[in-house]
């Protein structure tokens, strides 16, 4: 059976894809660099940085796959 997985934030600073996009449409901003100004995420393990990438990308916010960076 094919696994599936509910990723939706980052772990280590706790903030959710919904939010750093709610935050990136506040503020006009379309980086991760500029959303790492304001918003301390991706700065640990680093393993939600292809997910945000992907979010930016997409405007997906919930992720059922493993994406590599
Ligand atoms: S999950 Fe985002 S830095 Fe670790």
Known sequence: MERKYNIIKCICYDTTFE???EI???KNINSIE???EIKLVAA????CLPYIKRM???GQTE???ILDK
């Open 19 to 21: 939010q750093m996009k």
């Open 24 to 26: 990136m449409k506040e």
């Open 34 to 36: 500029e959303l790492k």
């Open 44 to 47: 640990n393990c680093k393993l």
């Open 56 to 58: 930016i990308e997409t």
């Open 63 to 65: 992720f059922d796959i």
